[in-house]
């Protein structure tokens, strides 16, 4: 069965997220992100199978091995759909902020 993988879904994982942000600071082999976690390395790959489904990561051949990247046009999407919920909370907390520091305890 194939699934179609969602950007949402993939993300929602936190070693995926670690994944990420590992990459994000540079270019990786799987071996070298396998490195950084204390599981097997199949399980890795499955994980970089979904990010590079999703477009999160992309994948360049180098000789014998392959670096996976962000794809910062892909996390550039996710952004600005995010932004306008983070604009929207961001207002909220600081409306709840004015009304704590308004708020005066009865002595």
Same mark, same amino acid.
């Given at each position: 069965? @194939?699934?179609?993988?969602?950007?949402?879904?993939?993300? %929602?994982?936190?070693?995926?997220?670690?994944?990420? !942000?590992?990459?994000?600071? #540079?270019s990786m *082999?799987? $071996?070298?992100?396998? %490195?950084?976690?204390?599981t097997a390395?199949? *399980? &890795?790959?499955?994980? !970089?199978?979904? !990010?590079?489904a999703?477009?999160?990561?992309?994948? /360049?051949? @180098? $000789?014998?091995?392959?670096y996976?990247? !962000?794809n %910062?046009? +892909?996390? +550039? /999407? &996710? %952004?600005?759909?995010l932004e306008?919920?983070?604009?929207?909370?961001? =207002?909220?907390?600081?409306?709840? /902020? #004015?009304?704590?520091? =308004?708020? +005066?305890? +009865? /002595?």
């Amino acid at each position: 069965m @194939n699934l179609r993988r969602d950007v949402f879904q993939a993300i %929602a994982d936190p070693t995926r997220r670690a994944i990420l !942000l590992l990459v994000a600071a #540079q270019s990786m *082999t799987a $071996g070298a992100i396998a %490195a950084n976690f204390d599981t097997a390395r199949p *399980t &890795v790959s499955k994980h !970089l199978q979904i !990010l590079t489904a999703c477009e999160l990561l992309k994948q /360049e051949q @180098n $000789g014998r091995e392959i670096y996976y990247h !962000l794809n %910062a046009v +892909k996390m +550039k /999407e &996710v %952004a600005d759909f995010l932004e306008p919920f983070r604009n929207l909370w961001e =207002s909220r907390f600081n409306k709840l /902020e #004015q009304i704590m520091q =308004s708020y +005066k305890p +009865k /002595e």
